[in-house]
């Protein structure tokens, strides 16, 4: 980006082939032009975990994982796993 040349093209030739970065002036889409950022991230969001199923895990793996992340968080200072359901005991490592 030391080049005077490279920092115009890159205002106009970059691209990021996203639905959440909006690269469009606002006159383009005046529909669209209401949301921003956020709006945009939340909805791909929701999107992602609408479309997502587990992968297939052992009983063993699963908590061998859970035991890693049990340690981890208490030394993070948590007491639990937020957002997760134990549902068996946890083995430790």
Do not use: W
Not at 4 to 27: M, N, V, Y
């Amino acid at each position: 980006m030391k080049l005077k040349e490279t920092r115009a093209l890159f205002r106009c030739e970059q691209h990021f082939p996203s639905t959440i970065i909006d690269r469009s002036s606002r006159g383009e889409n005046d529909d669209e032009a209401l949301h921003d950022t956020f709006s945009r991230a939340r909805q791909r969001v929701r999107e992602l975990r609408s479309s997502y199923s587990a992968p297939a895990l052992s009983a063993e793996t699963r908590s061998r994982l859970l035991g890693i992340a049990a340690r981890e968080t208490s030394l993070a200072g948590l007491a639990g796993l937020p957002g997760i359901e134990q549902t068996a005991p946890i083995l430790g490592i």
